[in-house]
Nanobody, 116 residues
Framework: QVQLVESGGGLVQPGGSLRLSCAASGFIFRLYAMSWYRQAPGKERELVATIYNTDSSTNYADSVKGRFTISRDNAKNTVYLQMNSLKVEDTAVYYC?????????WGQGTQVTVSS
């Protein structure tokens, strides 16, 4: 059974940091590109960051470049999102995604709220 379980969300003040984790099971993690998406209330889900399985290269949305870092540990079947210098507009539910060709798996999401 495929599972993606996100953790690490919470309430943080503007300028603060959080580290999200996504623990994967039920599929061969090292073969999948891993991404973080987010969805704010009333908005569409958007891609935040991707780390590829081939060479661990990364891509980021312009809105988070220089503040967020995605990484993966294939030995632990886990992908991370280090979020620094958080802004109010980063408030959203953050989702983990695993993708290989036409196969896509999603986690249940973790809430991140940035507020003073």
């Amino acid at each position: 059974q495929v599972q993606l379980v996100e953790s690490g969300g919470g309430l943080v003040q503007p300028g603060g940091s959080l580290r999200l984790s996504c623990a994967a099971s039920g599929f061969i993690f090292r073969l999948y590109a891993m991404s973080w998406y987010r969805q704010a209330p009333g908005k569409e889900r958007e891609l935040v960051a991707t780390i590829y399985n081939t060479d661990s290269s990364t891509n980021y949305a312009d809105s988070v470049k220089g503040r967020f870092t995605i990484s993966r540990d294939n030995a632990k079947n886990t992908v991370y999102l280090q979020m620094n210098s958080l802004k109010v507009e980063d408030t959203a539910v953050y989702y983990c995604n695993a993708k290989r060709a036409s196969i896509s798996h999603w986690g249940q999401g973790t809430q991140v709220t940035v507020s003073s």
